[in-house]
């Protein structure tokens, strides 16, 4: 019997230490945005922000005439109230007094935000990590892990479909890969 029970407590030990699946960027966004983006053009990268000057309000937001899919806030209902772990880079808006982020896009690709577009809004996640992460680099991958919502979100910057509560965040490791 105490056998058994340690067998069971070593088990439950580890399974609450174990990190979530991998949810892949994709999984936000419908099929049909998927087949839509598999069929859009290259997209023109040319733009006054396309060289870091961002001058007016909302500036990396989307421009108009881009393919309808580049705007898309169409989100899978069955990712609303799921604990995921998503990885991807921070795109930082507000710090604590220490300077660590505690507000932060994360977005599936380094530079997702100062290149111009954007990725559509359901691929953008508005990460609330109150713990705060300092970073050091905006090209760092992150592994994020909480409860996704299916949340619109706009600011200045950009607009997002999803919104996390994180519980965890860290950078992405060696071992990871």
Not at 59 to 75: D, E
Not at 158 to 163: K, S
Request: with cysteine; proline share 10%; net charge negative.
């Amino acid at each position: 019997m105490r056998r058994f029970f340690l067998i069971t407590l070593m088990l439950c030990s580890s399974l609450a230490n174990a990190e979530l699946p991998e949810t892949d960027w994709l999984d936000l966004m419908p099929k049909s945005d998927q087949k839509a983006l598999e069929l859009m053009p290259e997209i023109d990268h040319n733009s006054p922000e396309a060289d870091g000057t961002f001058t007016g309000k909302g500036g990396l937001k989307q421009s108009k005439g881009l393919p309808a899919v580049m705007y898309s806030n169409k989100t899978v209902p069955g990712m609303n109230g799921k604990d995921i772990r998503l990885g991807g880079y921070p795109v930082p808006l507000e710090a604590d007094a220490k300077g660590h982020s505690t507000l932060f896009f994360l977005v599936p690709y380094p530079g997702a935000c100062i290149h111009v577009p954007p990725p559509p809004p359901n691929q953008l996640v508005l990460v609330r990590y109150p713990h705060g992460l300092k970073l050091d680099d905006i090209y760092t991958p992150l592994w994020v892990m909480g409860n996704l919502k299916v949340e619109k979100v706009s600011n200045d910057l950009a607009d997002a479909a999803y919104a996390m509560d994180a519980s965890t965040v860290r950078i992405v490791n060696d071992a990871d890969l």
